[in-house]
């Protein structure tokens, strides 16, 4: 309905444009004043403490949770009142996958494809293109629980992405699994972002945190810092993401 | 005896702090007793009955009097013929018929046995069942009535216990009994069952098991607050059943206490049993509800009479802990008897095996 | 031995699944020994059989002299465990958690106000006491977790992936506690999926598919790298790398470690072929000492090649 008239609201080039979030929980301000903005197909790092606000920020940004005051623009769309809209413009993924184990990947992918509307050829043609990507294509009778963990994210991924979302949230993608694997992930989000999608991440894994353009750090509801890995590095003087984190979070 | 303490009061604090599954606790056997009570009575007020008196006499102007008198029946219709009464079911104007033949008053007299027809509507089954029963209870006791009078013979009828202990056939006396052992069977063996399955699911247990505790303990700890929960219900159904639907208390309260604690350790048992087995919560609440709740509610005679079932089933009723429960709490509500050496130890052991069988069940290892 | 905690030759599987496939390893009381590696490496599984809950297969679990299946009763009475799950009661207080675990460790009350202070201090709980555990943040979650694993004063504890999932301030705090426990005298366990925690661990066991890769100190473990290394920085990291393999240099493993590339090389020739590659980029090249996931990288993709053969 009227979310084609938000669109033509958005600002341009900018995936993410946020301005003046915020969010109480009674006298608790989870997430307080928040200014940010991400380009389109770039990798965003969203870092901070557990309990800085950061997972209330993100269900703020996925419609999920209304925002106290302030605005968000999600892929041009009005965050809070345009939600279904916003919903499908967006991928999500989190470290606990949303998978069902007991159907196989096949299955997986077919009702991820049906919740947003694909079927027939067009989610055929869509798994054809991505399961070959993600490594996939030899599992797709495999039921999802008995796949290695490394392989389970890449479906939840793949799930998360059959609808081309213009923004993809990954909360903690790679809990767990092994550096090897980890390299992969990464590489699937290389590729994404290179062929335009826009990427929000978290991680715990500072070494992460290098390979994401640009990177916040929350702390209590705030931003304390923006910026690329190198301009955080020359800004605290830490060695690498680990010291910068521990700087701007203990200071 | 400490960890069972401990167990227990933390078991106590999970209770008092759900506050949803709480209410559930408390409420669900109210809402019962009220829904079950207040339908099941009005299903026996204002039975309409149609009557046939061919005899015009005396006494059979007193039996139709009598009809009335327990106000669960209400006369529609004064037929005048046999060929009015057939119609009249199909209209559905009345349930059952009373046809008080030519003689009645002159065999009555003379301490022959009476021929009253009673016809019944047989679509509805239940109530006109009720119905066969107490028009036959209205009769007999006409005929003792004036058998009596007429210092004549005895009555030629003999004369059912139920319909005895149960004079008006109400059947809030006969199903709160029922009652009390079906939400302590629900309310006891979910609750439990829920108890140690929701523990493995959280990863709760793994922690428990990691310190110096022994199976028995565990149950110990996990059985003692439900006693309590147990005990609350059954004396809610019973006060409901008492003050709101007259239910007589005939026995002692004391043998009433003794005979549900009783039954709530099996109820226990049998849910920490189910709980210990179960890989999972949900697979624990549905055991629960098959294992326990649904042959409570058909097998143990709480609805229907065991006596009328087929052999094979009517074994399996005596297996049930709810059939020899149900026979001990109308015995001392009903008929005042407080001692049932037979139910008692069935019960009994009933008891001890299951909680034997949950604390052997128990694992202290994950596999 | 007399090591406090002891694993020879394990063997433990589910079914026709193995977990762990001969482990071996023994932590001397006082120190902290880190079981690293991803999930499903068979770390838990390890862990469960020195806790008793886990039986196993074949070879023998010790703790304190002790034999974890025989004499698990005695066992449990000196080790404490903190499974992976958080694993207290979210709708009971910090305090209460805490009582109901020195209550079945059968901890006397005199030692349990002593032990129980102690703990807060330590901590820093105590403002908390009050607080519901399903309140607390991820890392105060994790430090009371840790304060009912303690409360019965054992000699061996028992971690499995305490820091999973909490942010860096958080587990460099968390590691000061432990290693002030060991300190204390206490034989430690951890697991953990983060490689840098490796360093603060006086011996390390790097795991993969039920098997040790590498194991002794941390020192030794990287010393063992069987392979030279460089390290790219300088460059367009992405532009680098498109270069390093589109050049197909056999032998050449190239490995995106944060800012930088790792070039895992044998000789001076794949050494070269790779500068060469690399030239106008501003790529600087220079030879670096392997890191714990440099050997874990490596040891793994040899063990999965083994496999594969």
Same mark, same amino acid.
């Given at each position: 309905?009227?979310?084609?008239?938000?669109?033509?609201?958005?600002?341009?080039?900018?995936?993410?444009?946020?301005?003046?979030?915020?969010?109480?929980?009674?006298?608790?301000?989870?997430?307080?004043?928040?200014?940010?903005?991400?380009?389109?197909?770039?990798?965003?790092?969203?870092?901070?403490?557990?309990?800085?606000?950061?997972?209330?920020?993100?269900?703020?940004?996925?419609?999920?949770?209304?925002?106290?005051?302030?605005?968000?623009?999600?892929?041009?769309?009005?965050?809070?009142?345009?939600?279904?809209?916003?919903?499908?413009?967006?991928?999500?993924?989190?470290?606990?996958?949303?998978?069902?184990?007991?159907?196989?990947?096949?299955?997986?992918?077919?009702?991820?494809?049906?919740?947003?509307?694909?079927?027939?050829?067009?989610?055929?043609?869509?798994?054809?293109?991505?399961?070959?990507?993600?490594?996939?294509?030899?599992?797709?009778?495999?039921?999802?629980?008995? *796949?290695?963990?490394?392989?389970?994210?890449?479906?939840?991924?793949?799930?998360?992405?059959?609808?081309?979302?213009?923004?993809?949230?990954?909360?903690?993608?790679?809990?767990?699994?092994?550096?090897?694997?980890?390299?992969?992930?990464?590489?699937?989000?290389?590729?994404?972002?290179?062929?335009? =999608?826009?990427?929000?991440?978290?991680?715990?894994?500072?070494?992460?945190?290098?390979?994401?353009?640009?990177?916040?750090?929350?702390?209590?509801?705030?931003?304390?810092?923006?910026?690329?890995?190198?301009?955080?590095?020359?800004?605290?003087?830490?060695?690498?993401?680990?010291?910068?984190?521990?700087?701007?979070?203990?200071? | 005896?400490?960890?069972?303490?401990?167990?227990?009061?933390?078991?106590?604090?999970?209770?008092?702090?759900?506050?949803?599954? *709480?209410?559930?606790?408390?409420?669900?056997?109210?809402?019962?007793?009220?829904?079950?009570?207040?339908?099941?009575?009005?299903?026996?007020?204002?039975?309409?009955?149609?009557?046939?008196?061919?005899?015009? &006499?005396?006494?059979?102007?007193?039996?139709?009097?009598?009809?009335?008198?327990?106000?669960?029946?209400?006369?529609?219709?004064?037929?005048?013929?046999?060929?009015? !009464?057939? $119609?009249?079911?199909?209209?559905?104007?009345?349930?059952?018929?009373?046809?008080?033949?030519?003689?009645?008053?002159?065999?009555?007299?003379?301490?022959? $046995?009476?021929?009253?027809?009673?016809?019944?509507?047989?679509?509805?089954?239940?109530?006109?069942?009720?119905?066969?029963?107490?028009?036959?209870?209205?009769?007999?006791?006409?005929?003792?009535?004036?058998?009596?009078?007429?210092?004549?013979?005895?009555?030629?009828?003999?004369?059912?216990?139920?319909?005895?202990?149960?004079?008006?056939?109400?059947?809030?006396?006969?199903?709160? $009994?029922?009652?009390?052992?079906?939400?302590? +069977?629900?309310?006891?063996?979910?609750?439990?069952?829920?108890?140690?399955? #929701?523990?493995?699911?959280?990863?709760?247990?793994?922690?428990?098991?990691?310190?110096?505790?022994?199976?028995?303990?565990?149950?110990?700890?996990?059985?003692?607050?439900?006693?309590?929960?147990?005990?609350?219900?059954?004396?809610?159904?019973?006060?409901?059943?008492?003050?709101?639907?007259?239910?007589?208390?005939?026995?002692?309260?004391?043998?009433?206490?003794? %005979?549900?604690?009783?039954?709530?350790?099996?109820?226990?048992?049998?849910?920490?049993?189910?709980?210990?087995?179960?890989?999972?919560?949900?697979?624990?609440?549905?055991?629960?509800?098959?294992? =326990?709740?649904?042959? =409570?509610?058909?097998? &143990?005679?709480?609805?229907?009479?065991?006596?009328?079932?087929?052999?094979?089933?009517?074994?399996?009723?005596?297996?049930?802990?709810?059939?020899?429960?149900?026979?001990?709490?109308?015995?001392?509500?009903?008929?005042?008897?407080?001692?049932?050496?037979?139910?008692?130890?069935?019960?009994?052991?009933?008891?001890?095996?299951?909680?034997?069988?949950?604390?052997?069940?128990?694992?202290?290892?994950?596999? | 031995?007399?090591?406090?905690?002891?694993?020879?030759?394990?063997?433990?599987?589910?079914?026709?699944?193995?977990?762990?496939?001969?482990?071996?390893?023994?932590?001397?009381?006082?120190?902290?020994?880190? *079981?690293?590696?991803?999930?499903?490496?068979?770390?838990?599984?390890?862990?469960?059989?020195?806790?008793?809950?886990?039986?196993?297969?074949?070879?023998?679990?010790?703790?304190?002299?002790?034999?974890?299946?025989?004499?698990?009763?005695?066992?449990?009475?000196?080790?404490? %465990? +903190?499974?992976?799950?958080?694993?207290?009661?979210?709708?009971?207080?910090?305090?209460?958690?805490? #009582?109901?675990?020195?209550?079945?460790?059968?901890? $006397?009350?005199?030692?349990?106000?002593?032990?129980?202070?102690?703990?807060?201090?330590?901590?820093?709980?105590?403002?908390?006491?009050?607080?519901?555990?399903?309140?607390?943040?991820?890392?105060?979650?994790?430090?009371?977790?840790?304060?009912?694993?303690?409360?019965?004063?054992?000699?061996?504890?028992? *971690?499995?992936?305490?820091?999973?999932?909490?942010?860096?301030?958080?587990?460099?705090?968390?590691?000061?506690?432990?290693?002030?426990?060991?300190?204390?005298?206490?034989?430690?366990?951890?697991?953990?999926?983060?490689?840098?925690?490796?360093?603060?661990?006086?011996?390390?066991?790097? +795991?993969?598919?039920?098997?040790?890769?590498?194991?002794?100190?941390?020192?030794?473990?990287?010393?063992?790298?069987?392979?030279?290394?460089?390290?790219?920085?300088?460059?367009?990291?992405?532009?680098?790398?498109?270069?390093?393999?589109?050049?197909?240099?056999?032998?050449?493993?190239?490995?995106?470690?944060?800012?930088?590339?790792?070039?895992?090389?044998?000789?001076?020739?794949?050494?070269?072929?790779?500068?060469?590659?690399?030239?106008?980029?501003?790529? !600087?090249?220079?030879?670096?000492?392997?890191?714990?996931?440099?050997?874990?990288?490596?040891?793994?993709?040899?063990?999965?090649?083994?496999?594969?053969?």
């Amino acid at each position: 309905m009227s979310a084609t008239s938000s669109t033509s609201t958005s600002v341009d080039g900018l995936a993410v444009h946020v301005r003046g979030l915020t969010r109480r929980f009674g006298d608790f301000t989870a997430v307080d004043g928040l200014d940010l903005d991400v380009r389109e197909g770039e990798i965003f790092g969203f870092l901070g403490a557990n309990g800085a606000g950061k997972t209330t920020a993100i269900r703020m940004l996925c419609g999920l949770l209304q925002p106290s005051s302030g605005s968000a623009m999600v892929a041009g769309v009005e965050v809070g009142r345009h939600a279904r809209e916003l919903k499908r413009r967006i991928g999500y993924m989190s470290q606990r996958f949303s998978l069902y184990d007991d159907l196989t990947v096949d299955e997986n992918v077919e009702f991820f494809g049906g919740i947003y509307g694909l079927e027939g050829a067009p989610l055929r043609e869509r798994s054809e293109e991505l399961l070959p990507l993600l490594g996939l294509a030899d599992r797709r009778r495999t039921q999802a629980g008995a *796949l290695p963990l490394g392989y389970k994210q890449r479906l939840a991924l793949g799930c998360s992405l059959l609808h081309r979302p213009r923004v993809l949230f990954l909360d903690e993608p790679t809990g767990g699994v092994d550096p090897v694997a980890r390299r992969r992930f990464w590489d699937l989000i290389y590729a994404q972002a290179a062929a335009g =999608t826009t990427v929000f991440v978290t991680t715990h894994y500072m070494d992460e945190a290098e390979y994401c353009g640009r990177v916040s750090i929350m702390v209590q509801g705030k931003l304390v810092a923006l910026d690329t890995p190198g301009g955080l590095k020359a800004l605290t003087g830490g060695r690498d993401m680990q010291d910068v984190f521990l700087r701007l979070v203990e200071a | 005896m400490k960890r069972v303490r401990a167990l227990a009061a933390k078991e106590l604090l999970h209770i008092l702090r759900d506050r949803r599954s *709480l209410a559930v606790a408390v409420l669900m056997p109210v809402v019962m007793v009220a829904l079950y009570g207040a339908v099941i009575d009005m299903e026996m007020h204002d039975l309409p009955v149609a009557v046939l008196d061919q005899d015009h &006499s005396d006494n059979s102007r007193e039996l139709v009097r009598s009809l009335g008198a327990g106000g669960f029946i209400v006369e529609t219709a004064r037929l005048e013929q046999a060929a009015q !009464v057939e $119609p009249g079911f199909r209209r559905g104007a009345f349930m059952a018929a009373l046809v008080i033949p030519r003689g009645y008053s002159r065999s009555v007299a003379d301490g022959e $046995p009476a021929t009253v027809q009673v016809l019944v509507d047989g679509s509805d089954a239940a109530t006109a069942a009720m119905a066969a029963n107490y028009l036959q209870a209205v009769v007999q006791r006409e005929a003792r009535r004036i058998a009596a009078g007429s210092g004549g013979g005895a009555p030629a009828f003999t004369v059912r216990p139920r319909v005895w202990f149960n004079p008006e056939l109400r059947s809030a006396h006969f199903v709160v $009994p029922g009652l009390v052992a079906l939400v302590l +069977m629900m309310i006891c063996a979910i609750l439990t069952s829920i108890a140690i399955a #929701r523990e493995k699911e959280t990863g709760t247990l793994e922690q428990i098991l990691t310190t110096p505790i022994r199976p028995a303990e565990v149950i110990a700890g996990k059985v003692l607050p439900y006693v309590g929960l147990g005990a609350l219900d059954a004396a809610l159904i019973l006060a409901i059943g008492r003050f709101a639907f007259h239910v007589p208390m005939n026995g002692s309260w004391f043998a009433l206490a003794a %005979y549900c604690l009783l039954f709530i350790v099996i109820a226990l048992g049998a849910g920490l049993l189910i709980s210990a087995k179960s890989p999972s919560l949900r697979v624990a609440m549905m055991a629960a509800v098959t294992v =326990t709740m649904l042959p =409570t509610m058909i097998l &143990s005679g709480f609805m229907f009479p065991v006596s009328s079932m087929p052999a094979p089933l009517q074994v399996l009723c005596r297996l049930l802990p709810a059939t020899h429960f149900l026979v001990v709490l109308r015995g001392v509500m009903l008929r005042g008897v407080n001692w049932f050496p037979h139910e008692t130890a069935i019960l009994a052991v009933q008891a001890v095996v299951l909680l034997v069988l949950a604390i052997r069940s128990f694992r202290l290892r994950l596999e | 031995m007399n090591d406090a905690i002891v694993l020879d030759g394990l063997f433990k599987g589910y079914g026709a699944v193995p977990a762990v496939r001969g482990l071996s390893l023994s932590v001397p009381a006082g120190t902290i020994c880190g *079981l690293i590696g991803p999930d499903g490496a068979g770390k838990t599984t390890a862990m469960r059989v020195l806790c008793g809950l886990l039986r196993a297969d074949r070879g023998a679990a010790r703790v304190l002299g002790h034999d974890c299946a025989t004499a698990a009763l005695e066992v449990k009475r000196h080790l404490g %465990y +903190m499974p992976q799950r958080f694993s207290l009661y979210p709708d009971l207080t910090v305090g209460e958690n805490l #009582r109901f675990f020195a209550d079945l460790f059968d901890v $006397p009350a005199a030692e349990r106000k002593r032990r129980d202070a102690e703990l807060m201090a330590f901590s820093r709980l105590e403002p908390f006491r009050g607080r519901r555990a399903g309140q607390l943040s991820g890392g105060m979650k994790q430090k009371l977790a840790l304060s009912c694993t303690l409360i019965h004063t054992p000699a061996v504890l028992i *971690l499995d992936e305490p820091t999973t999932g909490v942010d860096p301030v958080s587990r460099r705090e968390f590691w000061r506690i432990l290693r002030e426990l060991a300190g204390n005298g206490l034989a430690l366990l951890v697991s953990t999926p983060y490689m840098d925690e490796a360093a603060l661990c006086d011996d390390i066991v790097l +795991m993969h598919a039920g098997r040790a890769l590498a194991q002794g100190t941390p020192a030794a473990v990287a010393a063992s790298f069987p392979r030279r290394l460089l390290e790219v920085t300088g460059a367009d990291l992405i532009e680098a790398g498109r270069r390093l393999r589109e050049a197909s240099i056999v032998g050449l493993d190239v490995q995106r470690y944060g800012d930088c590339l790792h070039l895992v090389h044998d000789d001076q020739a794949q050494a070269d072929a790779a500068a060469r590659a690399l030239a106008g980029t501003g790529a !600087v090249l220079a030879p670096l000492a392997a890191g714990i996931e440099d050997v874990f990288v490596e040891m793994m993709s040899r063990a999965d090649a083994e496999v594969a053969m």
